[in-house]
């Protein structure tokens, strides 16, 4: 079964850090391009990283550039997120899914296998 789960939120005080990990099972993630994603409610789901696993393209939304970084463990089959930095507006809930293709051409409705997501709250 192809899936994506992701894990590591929680609550952090402005200023910390989270490291949050989407393993993925059922596939191996070479051929693919792989998403962090964000939502609050009532917004539309955000893109904040991104990293084709075959030559390692990444991006990042200008909110998290410098604060965020994604990376790979192929051992594990598992990709993390680190955040540091973190402000209150990082709260949301982060989700991760794949697609195909270089990340600057794909959109949010490219990408599937959505895994059920982590929260992560940014609070004193």
């Known amino acids: 079964q192809v899936q994506l789960v992701e894990s590591g939120g929680g609550l952090v005080h402005p200023g910390g850090s989270l490291r949050l990990s989407c393993k993925a099972s059922?596939?191996?993630?070479?051929?693919?391009?792989i998403g962090w994603f964000r939502q609050v409610p009532g917004k539309e789901r955000e893109r904040v990283s991104c990293?084709?696993?075959?030559?390692?393209?990444?991006d990042y939304a200008d909110s998290v550039k410098g604060r965020f970084s994604i990376s790979r463990n192929n051992g594990e089959n598992t990709i993390y997120l680190q955040m540091n930095n973190l402000r209150p507006e990082d709260t949301a809930n982060y989700y991760c899914a794949k697609t195909v293709g270089h990340c600057a051409v794909t959109s949010t409705r490219d990408f599937g296998s959505w895994g059920p997501g982590t929260q992560v709250t940014v609070s004193s």
């Open positions: 059922g596939f191996i993630l070479d051929p693919w391009t």
């Open positions: 990293i084709r696993i075959i030559d390692r393209d990444t």
